[in-house]
């Protein structure tokens, strides 16, 4: 009996301060509340490390904590219970939550294009990838899709390849070790294995598909709903963030590498790849994403795109 009274004792204390540490995160000790935005120390968040930077009188009445995680389904594990307010992440891993019910809004894309399918050496057509290893990040990505489309293009099936999930940042030493014949993973694991020239460039995703959607600017929609002018004041800054990143200068390279560690000259390649303006995310491409997933029976009933994506902000962004 005593035991279990100290167990319900513990549990409380770990709710209470669980309570509190959330409540604290909303509103700071001036008053001025705290967007809490997850991101995975990628060369694909870029506009959230410009961001950050924004001058103090440019946040009116808030500030942003960019809350950095080690991996996808830690950060949506946070996002789905209201540990932060939004993220930059996977739109695939957005689409799966908002379909089991999390209510989140899309708001911005997080770049275009900007990912590789990398392979060793030695592969010098899809066709010499048959009964190969090759490796994405997670089932539901982009990586993932644009493995299948590559191989569908050039006359493969998704069978015809042993696919494994992996890290990313494991990906581009198991291509060197050989364990792996290629990988397609977030940036800037790819301009790893070509930069330490241990793989190649097989395609640029938008050989394979152009303008490809691959991270979104999810945010909890009770956010957005308790106020809808920081929410703006927000993306206004998220906008010039990326316009500021596609200057891909060395200011770029400062703000990034506060917040993912990576060689210049890693960094300077994956930036070549992508672009981080023009954000807004259109129905058309959104529709042919869906259209992938559901052809890879990823999921029946992706969300539609007047539900999920809220352009409100970004139309309107100054
Ligand atoms: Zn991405």
Redesign the pocket.
Known sequence: MKKLSLIVLVLAMVFTSACTQADEGKTNATGKTTLKIGYLP????GPLYMESHAPEEQLEGYDVELVKFGSWPDLMDALNTGRIDGA?V??QLAMMAKEQGIDLKAVAL??KD??VLVTSKNIEETADLKGATYAIPHKF??HNLLLNEMLKKDGLTYEDVNVVEMAPAEMPAALSEERIAGYVV??PFGAQAVAMDKGKVHYHSDEIWPDS???VLVLRNDIIKKDEEIIQSFIDQYVKAGESANRKDDAVYESFSKYMKVDKEVLDLSLEWISYDDLRIEQEEYDRLAGFMTEMSLTENPPVYEEFVDNTFIDKAK
């Open positions: 990628i060369t694909h968040a930059s996977l739109v997080g770049h900007g990912n990505s982009s977030a940036e959607y691959c991270c």
